[in-house]
């Protein structure tokens, strides 16, 4: 599956911002889908993931009641709304897919096996 993320910017503090992938090349709806993030100098980290039946989603602390993630079947679309944005939001946003996700790893990166190029989100204070 190739992934095709876009929708990130500048945005002040307070702001909001609705960042989408899209899926292609496979069926959307057997991949379990995640959202990842990398600030400069630090490590990639989990933001937030959502099985393949759309039902069951998984937050960061960090984000949690902040941002929501969706997945809209008939478009091979996984979106991430983000609200409240903080200047700690800033980042590049990955999209992910994995077919394989259990529980107890989908908070992991290399669980992973198919990323987008990542898109910048820039939160100014």
């Known amino acids: 599956v190739q992934l095709q993320a876009y929708g990130g910017g500048l945005v002040q503090a307070g702001g909001s911002l609705r960042l989408s992938c899209v899926a292609s090349g496979s069926s959307f709806s057997r991949y379990t889908m995640g959202w990842f993030r990398q600030a400069p100098g630090k490590e990639r980290e989990f933001v937030a993931t959502?099985?393949?039946?759309?039902?069951?989603?998984y937050y960061a602390d960090s984000v949690k009641d902040r941002f929501t993630i969706s997945r809209d079947t008939a478009k091979n679309t996984v979106y991430l709304q983000m609200n409240s944005l903080k200047p700690e939001d800033t980042a590049v946003y990955y999209c992910?897919?994995?077919?394989?996700?259990?529980?107890?790893?989908?908070?992991?990166?290399?669980?992973?096996?198919?990323w987008g190029q990542g898109t910048q989100v820039t939160v100014s204070s």
């Open positions: 992910a897919a994995t077919a394989t996700a259990i529980l107890s790893t989908v908070r992991v990166a290399s669980a992973y096996n198919y």
């Open positions: 959502t099985f393949r039946s759309g039902n069951n989603k």
